[in-house]
């Protein structure tokens, strides 16, 4: 569950666990978090949770509300945002995604429509008016916060725990070119940008190179005949690209090569 | 529309005038992806009569899988049953929208019961579901029915649009507001479906009818590629890959693998090669004849 760390002047005042929809910050004692300073508006922001996303509206406060930094209305917090509320500031953290057993976090769950005759927690309607739109929404989706994960003892033993934020550990992909070295277009180069690039000639003889994190890659899209790679024929199947190879698509020439 | 009807019981009469497989070039591919060590993802389709179904599983142990199976299969069959090429070229164009439309909704209701008894009936099956799109080409339209976040995309020209809406949190907040499409990005709530087939005893699909243009893409897949790729890329991969739909299906699924795969990912791929019109009134059916 996503929490936040007061503190002033680099000192920590004390930590707050986001277990309410709705968490008020204010200098009253009203206030889920009370700031004791007269810089802070009585009530002067809330934080509307909704399962794993929890989200900073400044409720029209004297002094504003800043998030990194920048003064905001409406915020969606991300980990580690910093919170500034006068001298006071607020570190969201929101680690769930990170923990052991991630994969389950991202396994699709049904969450069922609200009850209509459930009674609404309390919420939105008692903040300004400042955003009419997010209000109802808020409210609307505190009557579905019943998530109902399939029996969560059979999901625990599901599959091995994922390195869920790192898509690959490769060297970033050098850039790369190809040369024509025969026909109409000979000498010029072509910058190998893009993750999908086409060669040849529309409805004669048309090939693809893939840009992936592991390579370049060249595959046949469409024409009768395959290009050849190296002399070879291409086949239907995606080659890898080494340095220096030469391509023949459409009667042209051309080579391939990673840029210095 | 009396008069046609003694052209029509001929047989082998203007009923195969248009030949929904040669009309449609189609691709389809699915993967368990690169973290998840089976596919809960399931896919169907019937050429002959212009039907596809993508279902994505979910729920413990392999109830998934037995979800999406179920539903992709009876679906298929049920609506194959009931959607006769040959009869239903005598209705009104009109008529053939609501048959499909009343056809559909029947095989998604008879489905969401057979999966709901089954995981009533099996301890190992409670909770199981699964999301939903099922596309029916005819006659130069497209009935559309889907049930939580497994997507219909349409490439058009060189537009890439969402056809289906997704029953879920997120888009829920996106409609209220709530988030922007940039801060939808970095929710965390992604996974969370507020409608599938097989949870309740009764279950309403979204239905809609499109009309088809030649040369249209039509993308059916599973939330596993539309959460690790971006729609731009999408987009980029069907314009680039445009005259070959199998290469098209295979980049998109490695694409998602490539950004992390974390879930199972398909893609069905449908293209519009040619119309594919029903002939109506005695001359179109007369000059249809002698096609």
Redesign the interface.
């Known amino acids: 569950m996503a929490k936040l760390i007061l503190s002033v002047d680099g000192q920590v005042l004390k930590e707050h666990t986001l277990s309410k929809e709705r968490t008020l910050i204010g200098r009253k004692p009203h206030n889920d978090i009370q700031i004791d300073n007269l810089a802070v508006s009585g009530e002067h922001a809330a934080i509307i949770t909704i399962l794993n996303d929890s989200f900073i509206e400044d409720l029209g406060s004297t002094n504003g509300t800043l998030v990194n930094g920048k003064p905001i209305k409406k915020h969606f917090l991300q980990n580690n945002d910093v919170v500034e509320i006068g001298k006071h500031k607020l570190k969201y953290f929101n680690d769930a995604p990170q923990q052991a057993g991630a994969a389950d976090f991202e396994k699709t769950m049904i969450i069922r429509s609200p009850v209509k005759a459930a009674p609404p927690p309390a919420t939105a309607p008692g903040a300004p008016a400042q955003a009419p739109a997010p209000a109802p929404a808020a409210s609307a989706d505190a009557g579905m916060s019943r998530t109902i994960p399939p029996s969560p003892e059979v999901r625990a033993a599901a599959p091995p725990p994922p390195q869920p934020t790192a898509p690959q550990d490769h060297a970033p992909l050098r850039d790369a070119a190809i040369q024509v070295l025969s026909g109409a277009a000979a000498g010029r180069t072509l910058d190998l940008t893009k993750n999908l690039t086409t060669i040849g000639k529309p409805g004669l003889q048309v090939a693809v190179i893939t840009k992936r994190p592991n390579g370049y890659f060249i595959t046949h899209v469409e024409g009768t005949t395959f290009p050849s790679l190296n002399g070879t024929s291409l086949g239907a199947t995606a080659h890898p690209l080494g340095d220096h190879d030469m391509i023949e698509i459409a009667g042209v020439k051309m080579e391939f090569f990673y840029k210095p | 529309m009396a008069r046609p009807s003694r052209i029509a019981s001929r047989p082998g009469g203007w009923g195969a005038a248009v030949n929904i497989a040669q009309a449609l070039q189609t691709a389809s591919l699915t993967d368990p992806g690169?973290?998840?060590?089976h596919n809960e993802d399931c896919i169907e389709s019937r050429p002959e009569i212009g039907l596809y179904v993508l279902a994505?599983g979910?729920?413990?142990?392999n109830?998934g899988e037995v979800a999406s199976g179920m539903a992709t299969s009876l679906i298929a069959d049920g609506v194959a049953e009931g959607w006769v090429i040959r009869d239903v070229d005598k209705l009104p164009r009109e008529e053939a929208m609501a048959l499909a439309d009343r056809l559909i909704r029947e095989q998604v209701a008879r489905a969401n019961t057979a999966i709901f008894t089954t995981s009533q009936n099996n301890p190992e099956c409670?909770?199981?579901?699964t999301?939903l799109v099922v596309c029916l080409f005819y006659d130069n339209f497209v009935s559309v029915a889907h049930i939580?976040?497994s997507r219909l995309y349409r490439l058009r020209g060189e537009a890439l649009d969402q056809v289906t809406r997704d029953h879920s949190?997120l888009q829920?907040?996106l409609?209220?507001?709530?988030?922007t499409p940039e801060?939808a990005k970095?929710?965390?709530?992604?996974?969370?479906?507020?409608?599938?087939l097989g949870?309740d005893p009764t279950v309403e699909p979204e239905l809609h009818v499109h009309e088809t243009a030649e040369g249209d893409l039509y993308l059916l897949c599973s939330?596993g590629l539309n959460d690790m790729v971006e729609d731009e890329?999408i987009r980029?991969?069907l314009i680039?890959?445009r005259?070959?739909p199998s290469?098209t299906v295979q980049?998109l699924v490695?694409?998602a693998n490539?950004?992390?795969g974390?879930?199972n990912v398909s893609a069905m791929l449908v293209r519009v090669a040619e119309p594919f019109g029903v002939p109506r009134g005695w001359f179109a059916r007369f000059k249809a004849l002698f096609r």
């Open positions: 690169r973290v998840r060590d994505d979910m729920g413990g142990y109830a409670a909770g199981m579901g999301t939580g976040d949190l829920e907040q409609d209220s507001g709530l988030i801060e970095l929710s965390q709530n992604k996974n969370l479906v507020t409608k599938a949870i939330d890329e980029l991969t680039t890959l005259s070959n290469l980049q490695q694409a490539d950004n992390g974390r879930d």
